[in-house]
C-alpha cells in the first residue's frame, strides 16, 4: 500500500496583497509549502510528494524543495484552475501509481501529522475521506445590500479541508471524467468525487488547520507559527569525522562546492563538515550515526549529496515534533582557505535546516601544522547540534495505517 502525497500550490494568491504568491511568504522563517512539505515528507506512511506549481515560482519552489531532494517528484505546472492543477498533478503521478493519494493544498501549512495520519485510518474503510469541520457559526443568507434574506439552517453542514485522501485510481477517473464532460467548476476533489458517485467520508479536521486567504490570515498565521510547539526539553549532540585527500580538482565541504588541488575520499560526496554535522543531530536525539542509517556497503550512497543525510536527521527530529535549534561546525584544515566559502557554507545549512541564518555557525581553524591536517593528508570536521523536543511525546511517531 503506497500513499502519495499531492500539494497544490499553482495559486497566485491574489487577495492577500503580498507581492509574492501566499505559499511563499515566510512565517517564522519558514514559507507555507516549506511547512507543508515537511510535514507529509515526516510523516512514516507517506511514500512521495508531487508538487504543482506556477511556471512563475520555479525558482523559489527550487530553492524550497531542495531541501528535501529524495522523495519529491519533479514538479509540473498547474492549469488555469485549481481544478485544472489537480488534474495535472494525478497525470504525472499516473507514471507509477501510489495506491493512495492524499491532496492538499499549499495555503494550509499548519496540517499535522494526527490529521493527515487520521485522513489515512479513514481510507483503509473508504474509498474517499477528508478533514472537515462542523458549522458552529449561524449562517445567514444575505441579498442585495447585505440584508439578511434568511438564517440557513447549519444542521449537517461541514467546513471541507486538505488533505482529501482518495483512492488514487478512482479520483483520476473522476478528474478525468469531469473534464471530459466540461465540468471545470468544482471547489475541490470531494466534489469531484462526489459528482462521479464515490461515497466520500468526513473524518475530523483541525482548527489550526487554517487556509491563507487574506492579509489578516498571513497575520494571524503568523503569529500561530510564533507559538506553536513551545519547547520544553533542549537536547544537545556532537560529530565527528575525517575524510583524507585523494587525487582531484575539488572537495565539498557544507555542501558547498570548492575547487581545489585534491578531492576528499570516500564512498558520498565526502562532505566531512556535513557528515560531522549529521552525526551531531543524531546524536542530540539517540539515533545513531550516519554510517547506520547509511552505510558505505551499499551502492545507492555511492557519490551521493551529503545533503540527504542531513535532510533525513532533520526529518528525523521533525518526526519527534521537534526542531533544529543552532548547529556550530568547526573545519580542521589547512587548506582550502574556508573563510571565502563560510557565508554560502552558513546559508546552505540554514536552507537544509529551515533555520535562520544567525542559528548556523561555520568555524575553521588549522592545527598550526601538526598532525595529519598539519601534513595536508586530510580535513577533519567537528560539530554540534542543538535539538529541541516537547516535552510530552517526545519520541513518538503517531500511528496510522
Ligand atoms: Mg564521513
Given at each position: 500500500?503506497?500513499?502519495?502525497?499531492?500539494?497544490?500550490?499553482?495559486?497566485?494568491?491574489?487577495?492577500?496583497?503580498?507581492?509574492?504568491?501566499?505559499?511563499?511568504?515566510?512565517?517564522?522563517?519558514e514559507c507555507g509549502l516549506s511547512m507543508c512539505l515537511r510535514a507529509f515528507l515526516a510523516h512514516p506512511h507517506i511514500a512521495r510528494v508531487q508538487v504543482v506549481i506556477n511556471p512563475q515560482d520555479r525558482?523559489?519552489?527550487?530553492?524550497?524543495?531542495?531541501c528535501w531532494p529524495e522523495r519529491i517528484s519533479p514538479p509540473v505546472a498547474g492549469g488555469a484552475t485549481r481544478q485544472d492543477s489537480v488534474r495535472a498533478g494525478l497525470q504525472a503521478l499516473k507514471s507509477d501509481p501510489p495506491n493512495r493519494v492524499l491532496i492538499h493544498d499549499a495555503a494550509r501549512p499548519f496540517v499535522s501529522a494526527e490529521l493527515i495520519s487520521r485522513v489515512l485510518e479513514a481510507l483503509r474503510t473508504n474509498a474517499a475521506a477528508i478533514a472537515a469541520l462542523p458549522v458552529t457559526d449561524t449562517l445567514k443568507h444575505a441579498g442585495g445590500g447585505a440584508i439578511i434574506r434568511g438564517t440557513v439552517n447549519r444542521v449537517g453542514l461541514w467546513r471541507a479541508q486538505t488533505p482529501q485522501g482518495f483512492e488514487f485510481g478512482a479520483i483520476l477517473d473522476a478528474h478525468e471524467a469531469a473534464y471530459a464532460a466540461g465540468r471545470g467548476d468544482f471547489p475541490d476533489d470531494a466534489a469531484v468525487a462526489e459528482w462521479a458517485g464515490i461515497d466520500v467520508a468526513l473524518v475530523a479536521g483541525d482548527e489550526r488547520n487554517i487556509k491563507l486567504t487574506t492579509a489578516a490570515d498571513l497575520a494571524m498565521a503568523a503569529a500561530l507559527a510564533a507559538g506553536a510547539a513551545i519547547p520544553t526539553v533542549v537536547r544537545?549532540?556532537?560529530g565527528f569525522d575525517v575524510h583524507r585527500f585523494a587525487e582531484g580538482d575539488h572537495l565539498w565541504l557544507c555542501g558547498v562546492r570548492i575547487?581545489?588541488?585534491?578531492?576528499?575520499?570516500?564512498?558520498?560526496?565526502?562532505?566531512?563538515?556535513?557528515?560531522?554535522?549529521?552525526?551531531?543531530?543524531?546524536?542530540?536525539?539517540?539515533?545513531?550515526?550516519?554510517?547506520?542509517?547509511?552505510?558505505?556497503?551499499?551502492?545507492q550512497w555511492r557519490n551521493a549529496p551529503s545533503r540527504a543525510f542531513l535532510a533525513d536527521a532533520r526529518r528525523r527530529v521533525e518526526a519527534r515534533g521537534g526542531r533544529v535549534a543552532n548547529v556550530d561546525v568547526t573545519i580542521i584544515c589547512e587548506e582550502p582557505k574556508?573563510?571565502?566559502?563560510?557565508?554560502?557554507?552558513?546559508?546552505?545549512?540554514?536552507?537544509?535546516l529551515g533555520i535562520d541564518l544567525e542559528?548556523?555557525?561555520?568555524?575553521?581553524?588549522?592545527?598550526?601544522?601538526?598532525?595529519?591536517?598539519?601534513?595536508?593528508?586530510?580535513?577533519a570536521a567537528l560539530a554540534t547540534a542543538c535539538v529541541e523536543l516537547p516535552t510530552r511525546g517526545a519520541g513518538e511517531v503517531p500511528t496510522a495505517t
Open positions: 500500500m503506497t500513499t502519495a502525497a499531492l500539494i497544490v500550490a499553482a495559486g497566485r494568491g491574489s487577495r492577500v496583497g503580498s507581492a509574492i504568491p501566499k505559499q511563499y511568504v515566510p512565517l517564522r522563517g525558482a523559489r519552489y527550487e530553492a524550497v524543495a531542495s544537545t549532540g556532537i575547487a581545489h588541488t585534491a578531492r576528499l575520499e570516500g564512498h558520498s560526496d565526502a562532505d566531512v563538515a556535513m557528515h560531522a554535522l549529521t552525526d551531531a543531530i543524531l546524536g542530540a536525539i539517540g539515533e545513531g550515526d550516519i554510517g547506520e542509517h547509511f552505510p558505505p556497503s551499499e551502492e574556508i573563510a571565502p566559502h563560510r557565508e554560502a557554507m552558513r546559508k546552505k545549512i540554514a536552507l537544509l542559528r548556523v555557525g561555520v568555524k575553521a581553524t588549522t592545527t598550526e601544522g601538526l598532525g595529519f591536517t598539519g601534513r595536508k593528508e586530510g580535513i
